[in-house]
């Protein structure tokens, strides 16, 4: 029995090719093929190449797949699931389970591998997901330009504003205006071209910058962070409404999880309620778990111990 399950972001692909048992046959890493970020055309080329070296020495493209997952990013919505499952069901013609859907159940199922449960992901962006039997209900993850609380990007831009009010003379004194110099080379009023022209992912660079003056003491930055927290808890408690259970598991998924002083902040403002789980699998083997499910089996322990042997090596 031949499994796939694909981990596709918008910057990078994760794809496995496992056997029954969990155990990871080959592995291959490629760029984004998130519809949203390249175009379906685009996507649909970087997951072929990926497919491609895949499943080179077994059979190819046409080899007969038992199950396989892709969770793509941004693809959960509007009419990107049924065309990129046209495009799965192109590449992969021989596949007898495929299901593809929104990156985010498999970056869930990774931590929490079955029933109903919340994910919140936040690295550069931010989005927070129910998962409430076959159904996903979304609560933010609308963009840099009109959401992303909590994110990278979200940090990073608090930080410089923070430290631009104070060159302006309109802010308090912070240890973030120096902290940005020296993350920028340059102070923050000077870098604002670079930061433009950079973008999101520039300015979710400087996250970092946020969390270390917070985590040292200082008070803007501590103020910052706390609101930036709240504002993704705030999504978290509008997606708890569709979970009827007194503790709602909360899978965390995404770089800034990594901060623990974001973690420590985020189970203080929630309080009661809530069960914050981080694992170290990497979200391709949510996308496993799923794909074990739909061909009748379930990611066991002894799934999951072949799995961690395997990946590394494969």
């Not at 175009?39 to 080329?45: L, P, Q, S, T």
């Not at 409430?132 to 831009?157: A, I, K, N, P, T």
Request: aromatic letters at 6%; charged letters at 25%; one cysteine or more.
């Amino acid at each position: 029995m031949y499994l796939i399950g694909i981990d596709g972001g918008g910057t990078k692909t994760d794809a496995v090719l496992c056997d029954a048992s969990g155990r990871v046959l080959r592995r291959v890493r490629g760029g984004s093929s998130s519809p949203t970020s390249l175009g379906i055309e685009a996507a649909a080329a970087s997951l072929e190449q990926v497919l491609t070296d895949l499943t080179r020495d077994f059979g190819g493209r046409e080899m007969v797949v038992d199950s396989a997952y892709a969770g793509l990013s941004g693809s959960g919505t509007g009419d990107y699931p049924a065309r990129m499952h046209e495009v799965l069901k192109r590449l992969l013609p021989n596949c007898l389970r495929l299901k593809n859907h929104s990156d985010a159940l498999s970056a869930l199922r990774s931590a929490i591998p079955r029933g109903d449960a919340l994910v919140a992901i936040t690295g550069t962006g931010s989005c927070v997901f129910a998962c409430v039997g076959d159904r996903m209900h979304q609560v933010g993850g609308w963009g840099y330009l009109l959401g992303d609380e909590g994110s990278g990007f979200d940090l990073g831009r608090r930080a410089l504003r923070a430290a631009l009010r104070e060159i302006d003379g309109r802010g308090e004194r912070t240890a973030l205006t120096e902290a940005c110099r020296a993350a920028l080379g340059a102070e923050a009023s000077r870098a604002i071209p670079r930061l433009y022209a950079g973008g999101r992912a520039e300015i979710a660079s400087l996250a970092p910058v946020l969390l270390a003056s917070a985590e040292a003491g200082d008070g803007v930055a501590k103020t910052e962070l706390n609101g930036a927290v709240e504002s993704l808890a705030e999504q978290i408690r509008a997606a708890a409404r569709y979970l009827e259970v007194d503790e709602r598991p909360v899978a965390l998924a995404g770089s800034v999880w990594n901060s623990a002083l974001y973690t420590r902040m985020m189970k203080a403002c929630l309080g009661d309620g809530y069960a914050l789980c981080r694992t170290d699998l990497p979200p391709v083997y949510g996308c496993l778990v799923i794909a074990l499910e739909q061909a009748g089996l379930e990611a066991n322990r002894e799934v999951e111990n072949a799995f961690r042997r395997t990946f590394a090596r494969a």
